[in-house]
């Protein structure tokens, strides 16, 4: 890596660093001992709860955390989070990660649909003030998403509202996930389906 490169990474870093200090003096945010922030991890908490973000200990964090409404997250201990940036895990309700998780880069992780599906709310959208109520996810529908432990997720997939993924099973890479994943077994495609069952 050239000198400027490192320049420009040691500043990211530290950006990112003091940037979660913040959100944890606020209160929205607690973590646990050895947490490892990537250079584009991120956390945007704008939930009406405190802390609405918890981390475990021995987390490696490389992504962007959301929070609107009442939204919460919570990651478990030992987990790998992103890598170079990309991922998103947002909420509006609740998202549970377990512990031994391994979240890819590219991921997206929602426990609602981003917007309405309504084509009324969306015209009201589109045509009303852009970051109203309508563009923050609460309108949206929404259920809480829960991640097992020692569950591993793979590259450019999405795990979308409502969905259950077992312990132990793995989520190929590029699946769309709407339904639970049964324990111990691997999902593919879009949706995803079990391909391969673990035991």
């Known amino acids: ?45 704008g939930s009406t709860r405190a ?29 790998w989070i ?24 590219h991921a997206h992780i929602f426990d609602h649909n981003s917007h309405p599906t309504d084509p009324g709310a969306r015209l009201r959208m589109t045509r009303g003030e852009h970051g109203g109520p309508l563009w923050d996810w609460t309108e949206a529908e929404s259920a809480p998403v829960v991640i097992e432990d020692n569950v591993w997720i793979g590259e450019y997939t999405m795990v979308l509202k409502g969905v259950t993924i077992g312990h132990g099973s793995v989520v190929a890479a590029h699946a769309v ?14 949706p995803a389906r079990v391909v391969k069952r673990l035991q």
């Open 1 to 45: 890596m050239s000198l400027p490169s490192r320049v420009i990474h040691g500043a990211r870093r530290s950006l990112v660093a003091s940037q979660f200090r913040r959100a944890s003096s606020a209160g929205v945010l607690r973590t646990g001992e050895d947490l490892r922030l990537g250079s584009y991890a991120r956390c945007s908490a």
């Open 51 to 79: 802390p609405s973000v918890t981390i475990g200990d021995h987390v490696f964090l490389d992504a962007t955390l959301m929070t609107r409404g009442a939204g919460t997250i919570a990651i478990g201990s030992h987990c």
């Open 82 to 105: 992103g890598g170079a940036g990309a991922s998103l895990i947002g909420a509006v309700e609740s998202i549970s990660i377990g512990s031994d998780v391994i979240i890819s880069t």
């Open 177 to 190: 996930v709407t339904k639970d994943v049964p324990s111990h077994s691997i999902v593919a495609g879009n």
